[in-house]
């Protein structure tokens, strides 16, 4: 007979996550994701000016700081017919790339390295073997003996007192820990430095957009007006600042997450078979070159990969019946279609309704509706989004860039292609594209130096800015690769007006429950088959879950526009992470 643990609240993650699963015989047999909030933005918008729609929003997520104002402006363009210049691209770009560097690597460290490092252990480390090891894999000057005892003795202080501070209920110890005690200190040293770099590469959102986070968008392009001699706009001071940030984050990315990835990742070879999932990847594809309205442009190419089949990708449409979301098993008001339809988001409805079990409670009822996030399908399949499903896309597309950095990878690791499928390989695919993006945006930085060379200085295009000249009716779709997947979101305007507002986050399509045929989604399938060592520490379910980098904040909002709970559930879980 299976046995069934709780882990509520996951943390080290956006928002709020519970997950059941069922084990037997030492591994996962069944399992159950259920996000215990709620989301009203789609219904706060309703009857607002589509211009202004970006600004509430981008307050989706305090993490995601950009990517639900870019989907927003673009969903506002796309219904408009409105192009934007080249100029305003190129700095959408940009801070979408600073976001991916600070994104990625503050996951690496902060969310997700302590799944894998044991910082207790770090104290039996010799600084001096710490030092050889990050000299033989970096030039990254801070690699001293010296450097490392003391941060050694830091963490020491941090034990002697009883509080481990920041590393406080950690699984110190666990058997599944497998890091010599050298890379442990390696790994704790650069979880303290990410801390203070990912405070500077966040200042070219505050340059270009104003503040960090929620930096200024504008449907028609951006606001920040270029003048290299003004102090009031962007001069070329502040250009020249957001290129020593871009370049300091690049810098980071190859001389420390890059090599520390590489290294950790070579004890966890074992964690290329376990977390496998769906084996369907969707991305919708980002960063355009040539303009929103040509895909063929756009760095991370769209398509979609069904059973792990990179040699077929299958085209992407957000305007016809492909995507549906369906609240069969969601704390929703059931379509009047029935609990077993979908619906396409331009005819979306949010009409929360609470069914569940009455707090506190043991264990969900899981034959009934038992989460917020609603269930969305692609042609009535469930897909798996992020980094991986980007670099899959792109390597079956036959991107050579992004086949080369995915090839050097799965070589230095030596392990094969099918260690992509799993745990290790959504890890790895995320510093592998942080490096491609660090790349990509430094290219944009130059493009938008070359235009403004050029004598081509402008950021907006205000045609279609009067609503005198806006269709009675109209509607869009604006989509991002936000750095946890693929996100988009579809508007409907009336009379000047937003008429109906739903948007599908990346970790609405990974964490959400079964659809109507009883399919599973990302979370639920990659945690089928998992090794659970010990289920009061259930660790490796930890691990499974973090590879996809949860943001429950996202998928689920709290509070109605006058600031007040829509509803509130209070889980008590048997086990606490």
């Not at 770099?197 to 270009?208: D, G, N, R, S, Y």
């Not at 707090?359 to 509706?369: G, N, S, T």
């Not at 399949?381 to 670099?391: K, W």
């Not at 004598?455 to 009067?466: C, K, L, S, V």
Request: proline letters at 6%; hydrophobic letters at 35%.
């Amino acid at each position: 007979m299976a046995n069934r643990i709780v882990v509520d609240p996951v943390t080290r993650i956006e928002g709020h996550l519970r997950i059941e699963a069922e084990i037997k015989d030492g591994k996962i047999v069944d399992a159950y994701s259920s996000s215990t909030m709620v989301r009203g933005l789609e219904n706060i918008v309703k009857g607002r000016d589509p211009r202004d729609v970006w600004a509430f929003v981008q307050r989706t997520c305090g993490v995601c700081t950009t990517v639900h104002a870019i989907s927003s402006v673009r969903a506002v363009e796309d219904a408009l017919g409105i192009a934007i210049p080249p100029n305003a691209e190129m700095v959408r770009n940009i801070m979408e790339g600073a976001l991916y560097m600070h994104d990625h690597a503050v996951h690496f460290y902060h969310l997700h390295a302590l799944d894998w490092v044991d910082v207790v252990n770090a104290l039996s480390a010799d600084p001096v073997e710490t030092s050889k090891i990050a000299q033989s894999i970096s030039n990254w000057p801070k690699s001293s003996p010296g450097y490392f005892s003391d941060i050694q003795k830091r963490i020491q202080k941090f034990v002697e007192s009883g509080q481990l501070g920041i590393f406080a209920n950690g699984y110190w110890g666990h058997p599944q820990m497998k890091l010599p005690a050298a890379v442990n200190l390696l790994g704790v040293a650069h979880y303290l430095e990410a801390l203070e770099w990912q405070k500077e590469i966040v200042k070219v959102h505050t340059i270009l957009g104003g503040k960090n986070p929620h930096p200024n968008y504008l449907v028609g392009g951006m606001a920040c007006a270029i003048n290299e001699d003004s102090t009031g706009g962007l001069n070329a001071e502040r250009l020249a600042h957001v290129g020593k940030l871009l370049k300091e984050g690049k810098n980071f990315i190859e001389q420390v997450y890059i090599p520390d990835l590489l290294a950790i990742a070579s004890f966890y070879k074992d964690w290329g078979a376990i977390g496998k999932g769906v084996g369907n990847y969707m991305s919708y594809g980002d960063f355009p070159v040539n303009g929103y309205g040509d895909p063929s442009s756009f760095k991370f190419p769209q398509g979609v990969i069904l059973n792990r089949d990179l040699s077929k990708v299958h085209d992407v449409d957000h305007r016809n019946g492909d995507i549906e979301e369906f609240v069969n098993n969601s704390w929703y008001d059931n379509y009047k279609e029935g609990a077993d339809t979908g619906r396409h988001p331009w005819e979306g409805e949010t009409n929360i309704k609470y069914s569940g079990p009455q707090p506190p409670y043991e264990h969900l009822d899981v034959e009934q509706k038992y989460s917020f996030v609603k269930t969305p399908r692609w042609k009535g399949q469930a897909m798996e989004v992020g980094p991986l499903s980007r670099l899959l896309v792109g390597y079956g597309r036959g991107n050579k860039e992004i086949q080369d950095a995915v090839n050097g990878a799965l070589s230095h690791l030596d392990v094969p292609v099918d260690a992509l499928f799993s745990t290790l390989g959504r890890t790895a695919a995320r510093g592998i594209e942080s490096q491609l993006v660090a790349n990509w945006t430094m290219e944009f930085y130059d493009q938008l130096m070359l235009n403004i060379k050029n004598g081509d200085t402008r950021m907006a295009n205000m045609e279609m800015w009067d609503p005198a000249k806006w269709p009675a009716e109209t509607k869009g779709v604006g989509f991002t690769e936000a750095p946890r997947g693929g996100l988009a979101h579809w508007i409907k305007i009336k009379d000047g007006k937003t008429e109906n507002y739903q948007q599908v986050v990346p970790t609405t399509w990974n964490a959400s429950p079964r659809d109507p045929k009883g399919q599973l989604s990302a979370y639920e399938s990659a945690l089928i088959g998992t090794p659970v060592a010990d289920p009061e520490l259930p660790l490796e379910i930890i691990r499974t879950v973090h590879s996809f980098d949860p943001c429950l904040a996202c998928a689920v909002h709290l509070y109605d526009e006058h600031g007040n709970h829509i509803s509130k559930v209070s889980n008590v879980g048997s086990c606490e992470v």
